[in-house]
């Protein structure tokens, strides 16, 4: 059904080079545009949008943390609103995410319009043939709903938005992979249901100040599988940054940087935790497009529309080349016999961009009296910039045939179950010879970090042992579409595993001890009947003098050395079953 528009020439629509906007379908942002639609308002905009058009549907997945149903929209021309129908009809699926951080809604407004305009605009209904967008309106609902003007110091509007916490301050941009909230359970679901082809993640950046009023942050190109890895470098890169030229919204990569830009910028690491790093694990190439926050908000939403009006355009030609990327890619880690799982950024592969900055200086600060970093907006610059974005692989492991997982840990097999890993019941007891790993050492922060210690540089020693498993314990065969994720996960010394989340900090802590005087007796025994032992003791009393002074050490490496030392301390526990 196509209504009859009835537009306003805004002469600011002409110069965007948009279509007039709608008056039955304005949004509040349209009638002010420093204002950002509220939560309530932006639902009640697109269930309006969605009982107009039936090519548009509106569906409600799981609960998040402040107890609302998480809202999806689905835009599909020929009204399927199943995935796995439209995945059968091979088409393209784009997903846009918004308000992940509530103080940075420039999305919410901007998909507003984007998908109206989309149904309104006949010129735009063929780039919907093969491509269906689905868009969660406004994800940290809780967030959004904690509203105010004052928890963006230093951004330029709207003059209300929502707190980047959730309803338990939660930062649900580092929350996809952990899923503290109810909110990355039931995303973790709908992305498993969907299985988008490319996802977008709308931000606002903070920062260095610089001309352009928006740069994008891609997967890192080098921890995607290939083809992906080239189609987003090689076409897909190159073909919305020269579209985005075209508009008045000329785009730079994020601007990640040590000191100032003119030093140079960096590629930002999406590690899992970051929607676009989650979305990797599944060959889903993310973006997250990041709006300069000293540029208003009203050119800031149109830059948002912008990007993805030409990615909507870059998709209608090419989304048969991303559709088999993804196919590809997924195919190749199936395949796969070593996964990477770390990366450093190498500062010796140097690349160049041109950026336009404005010049930095330094002068006294009126509070301090100290120097202070100051852009000229008087003094913009053109130049050619160090541009550094390779990574390579700093800890990568050999994938096993199967996790064994004891089904005690429920919330790890649950997350699994969520990210669409098949799991495997085992329904008898026996015994398997399985690879295991030690923890032998590891940092934790000293603050809890988004509700976690998280742990990190984590060394584990491999040992081989038989292993005993009982029914409902879980077997987790690799050679899947999630192999990414799972090995990601379940390798202890991932950066976003589940052991680095604290999942299995129960094996951190030994659980029993010896008595200093009974155990001194069995000590003696054992070193008197073992002579093996008692050369190994004394050795390492010659070549450890603290020990050598210590009752209590020594006696303690004789019941490490001893069977009575509890086998399973600082044993991660799930098995690695190898060829
Ligand atoms: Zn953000």
Not at 440 to 457: A, C, I, M, N, W
């Amino acid at each position: 059904m196509r209504l009859i528009v009835l537009g306003l020439l805004f002469c600011h629509f002409c110069q965007q080079g948009l279509a007039q906007p709608n008056v039955m379908f304005l949004t509040p942002f349209e009638t002010d545009p420093n204002y950002s639609a509220p939560y309530e308002r932006t639902i009640s905009y697109y269930r309006e949008l969605a009982e107009a058009f039936p090519e548009l549907e509106m569906r409600e997945y799981g609960k998040t943390d402040s107890g609302q149903p998480l809202h999806l929209m689905i835009l599909s021309i020929d009204q399927d609103f199943e995935a796995a129908s439209i995945h059968a009809k091979d088409k393209t699926i784009l997903m846009i995410n918004n308000a992940i951080h509530p103080g940075e809604p420039c999305g919410v407004d901007a998909s507003m319009m984007f998908l109206r305009d989309l149904l309104l605009d006949d010129a735009k209904q063929q780039y919907l043939e093969n491509l269906v967008i689905i868009v969660i309106p406004f994800y940290n609902i809780s967030g959004g709903l904690n509203r105010g003007a004052y928890s963006r110091a230093n951004q330029e509007g709207p003059a209300e938005h929502g707190f980047r916490g959730n309803a338990r301050n939660y930062d649900l941009n580092r929350d996809f992979i952990k899923c503290d909230t109810r909110n990355a359970q039931t995303f973790n679901q709908i992305f498993q249901e969907w299985e988008p082809h490319v996802f977008i993640d709308n931000h606002t950046s903070n920062g260095a100040d610089y001309q352009y009023t928006l740069t994008l942050i891609p997967t890192q190109k080098d921890k995607l599988q290939e083809p992906l890895a080239s189609l987003l470098v090689g076409d897909m890169l190159p073909d919305l940054y020269a579209k985005m030229q075209e508009t008045p919204w000329e785009m730079i990569p994020y601007v990640y940087a040590r000191t100032t830009p003119d030093e140079g910028i960096a590629g930002f690491l999406d590690l899992p935790r970051y929607s676009s790093g989650y979305t990797a694990l599944h060959h889903t190439i993310g973006f997250m497009p990041e709006t300069h926050m000293l540029k208003p908000f009203e050119d800031r939403v149109w830059s948002v529309y912008q990007f993805m009006d030409q990615m909507v355009v870059y998709l209608a030609e090419k989304g048969g080349a991303v559709r088999n990327a993804k196919r590809l890619a997924i195919n190749q880690t199936k395949a796969a016999s070593i996964i990477e799982l770390n990366w450093k950024l190498d500062f010796s592969k140097i690349d160049s961009i041109l950026f336009k900055g404005f010049e930095a200086g330094y002068k006294p600060s009126a509070i301090s009296g100290l120097d202070r970093l100051y852009y000229d907006r008087a003094k913009p610059y053109e130049k050619t910039i160090p541009f550094f974005n390779t990574y390579t692989a700093t800890l990568s492991v050999e994938k096993p045939k199967a996790y064994v997982i004891p089904q005690a840990y429920t919330e790890v097999i649950e997350r699994l179950q969520w990210n669409g890993v098949e799991l495997t019941r085992i329904n008898e007891s026996k015994e398997l010879d399985l690879e295991f790993y030690y923890i032998r050492s590891f940092e934790t922060v000293d603050q809890p970090y988004e509700g976690h210690y998280l742990h990190s540089k984590v060394e584990v020693e491999k040992v081989r042992r038989i292993q005993k498993v009982y029914p409902g314990d879980y077997l987790v065969e690799t050679g899947q579409a999630s192999d990414l994720y799972i090995v990601s996960v379940l390798e202890p010394q991932g950066p976003d595993s589940y052991f680095a989340w604290n999942f299995f900090d129960g094996i951190l802590m030994q659980k029993e001890y010896f008595s200093d005087y009974v155990f001194e007796d069995l000590a003696a025994e054992m070193l008197e009947k073992d002579p093996e032992l008692k050369k190994a003791f004394e050795n390492a009393r010659k070549e450890n003098p603290e020990m050598a002074e210590s009752a209590r050490a020594q006696l303690d490496w004789i019941y490490k050395h001893s069977p009575y030392y509890e086998p399973t301390y600082q044993l991660y526990p799930v098995g690695r079953m190898v060829k």
